[in-house]
């Protein structure tokens, strides 16, 4: 930053970070940021991800596990590797269901486990219990270094994770400089969690697939430190109203990710163009005032960078 860059920032009152202007993408008071499945496909590492989010003016992330762990050499792919990319995608007509590709998971809006190895799963494994924590802080670092914050851990457990290795996942997640967990996990999982969430004081946020209110329900009874990461998209495209839940469980919700998708388990797409109301849940985080951020979850085919640029002017816009 040169002298003249520097009078400029500190004139503007912004905060510094290491010499760098603080990414400010607050509106209105609604917190706008980025959950990192929006490089989904575009084979951006960790570098690259925080580049673009600075250039966009995105100032938040929900970070994916893969893109942390396969960023310190752990054997995992970035996400999207070896699927076709967004372009790629079969579109249904509303109110169908589009062509299945078996190769890929199940039903859209379902997260894909990918067919691992067991070799490789306990490489993995194994990689998780010795890396040294050292380098997940080191991760965190470099977003509050580029002036970002590193909101929440995207870490999935499922029914495979030994007891060390959820242990693991937990102190991973304080060492990135955050104390929640956002997890498209399997609801029979949480009970495990519980002893390590009340342990490292971590909350641990359900993201919704296909889960409802239900599932919401039972995952909250079990621990005070259970709360919602809803995607308001996903909840539209399985039947349910995300305006009504946001207004009464707000007290509950870690954070939201901000998808377009149609009714009827329908495909997802451009901001503005699917059934989510999307205007409608900003303008309400915005009049209620509501403490947890909105983050963009889209990957279309234009790239992270334009796509993301033109999501984020449609949050500033909704918001005036």
Request: proline residues 8%; positive net charge; hydrophobic residues 35%.
């Given at each position: 930053m040169t002298r003249r860059?520097?009078?400029?920032?500190?004139?503007?009152?912004?905060?510094?970070?290491?010499?760098?202007?603080?990414?400010?993408?607050?509106?209105?008071?609604?917190?706008?940021?980025?959950?990192?499945?929006?490089?989904?496909?575009?084979?951006?590492?960790?570098?690259?991800?925080?580049?673009?989010?600075?250039?966009?003016?995105?100032?938040?992330?929900?970070?994916?596990?893969?893109?942390?762990?396969?960023?310190?050499?752990?054997?995992?792919?970035?996400?999207?590797?070896?699927?076709p990319g967004p372009w790629a995608r079969p579109r249904g007509a509303e109110g169908t269901k589009p062509p299945q590709r078996p190769a890929q998971g199940g039903p859209q809006g379902a997260p894909r486990i990918p067919r691992v190895d067991p070799a490789v799963r306990e490489a993995l494994r194994k990689w998780r219990l010795t890396v040294p924590l050292e380098?997940?802080?080191?991760?965190?670092?470099?977003?509050?270094?580029?002036?970002?914050?590193?909101?929440?851990?995207?870490?999935?457990?499922?029914?495979d994770f030994t007891d060390e290795e959820i242990d693991r996942g937990f102190q991973m997640t304080k060492a990135l400089g955050t104390d929640i967990i956002t997890a498209s996990s399997p609801v029979a999982v949480f009970p495990r969690l519980v002893p390590f969430a009340e342990k490292y004081g971590v909350r641990v946020a359900l993201h919704n697939h296909r889960e409802g209110p239900e599932d919401f329900s039972k995952v909250m009874e079990m621990s005070r430190n259970f709360w919602i990461n809803l995607d308001v998209g996903h909840f539209v495209a399985s039947g349910y109203d995300p305006i009504a839940y946001m207004k009464e469980h707000r007290d509950r919700i870690t954070n939201i990710h901000l998808k377009d998708?149609?009714?009827?388990?329908?495909?997802?797409?451009?901001?503005?163009?699917?059934?989510?109301?999307?205007?409608?849940?900003?303008?309400?985080?915005?009049?209620?005032?509501?403490?947890?951020?909105?983050?963009?979850?889209?990957?279309?085919?234009?790239?992270?960078?334009?796509?993301?640029?033109?999501?984020?002017?449609?949050?500033?816009?909704?918001?005036?």
């Amino acid at each position: 930053m040169t002298r003249r860059d520097f009078v400029k920032v500190a004139g503007a009152g912004l905060p510094l970070v290491c010499g760098f202007a603080a990414v400010n993408s607050t509106f209105h008071g609604v917190r706008i940021g980025v959950q990192s499945a929006s490089f989904t496909f575009s084979g951006f590492n960790l570098d690259e991800i925080i580049k673009t989010m600075v250039e966009v003016g995105l100032a938040e992330t929900d970070v994916m596990s893969e893109h942390v762990e396969n960023y310190l050499g752990a054997p995992v792919p970035l996400p999207g590797t070896g699927r076709p990319g967004p372009w790629a995608r079969p579109r249904g007509a509303e109110g169908t269901k589009p062509p299945q590709r078996p190769a890929q998971g199940g039903p859209q809006g379902a997260p894909r486990i990918p067919r691992v190895d067991p070799a490789v799963r306990e490489a993995l494994r194994k990689w998780r219990l010795t890396v040294p924590l050292e380098e997940f802080q080191k991760v965190g670092k470099k977003f509050t270094d580029a002036g970002l914050k590193f909101f929440s851990y995207n870490l999935s457990f499922r029914e495979d994770f030994t007891d060390e290795e959820i242990d693991r996942g937990f102190q991973m997640t304080k060492a990135l400089g955050t104390d929640i967990i956002t997890a498209s996990s399997p609801v029979a999982v949480f009970p495990r969690l519980v002893p390590f969430a009340e342990k490292y004081g971590v909350r641990v946020a359900l993201h919704n697939h296909r889960e409802g209110p239900e599932d919401f329900s039972k995952v909250m009874e079990m621990s005070r430190n259970f709360w919602i990461n809803l995607d308001v998209g996903h909840f539209v495209a399985s039947g349910y109203d995300p305006i009504a839940y946001m207004k009464e469980h707000r007290d509950r919700i870690t954070n939201i990710h901000l998808k377009d998708r149609k009714k009827n388990n329908g495909p997802e797409m451009e901001f503005g163009q699917g059934d989510t109301p999307l205007k409608e849940i900003l303008q309400l985080m915005k009049k209620e005032k509501y403490p947890f951020p909105a983050h963009i979850e889209y990957v279309g085919p234009a790239g992270p960078r334009a796509e993301l640029a033109k999501c984020l002017e449609f949050c500033r816009k909704a918001l005036e």
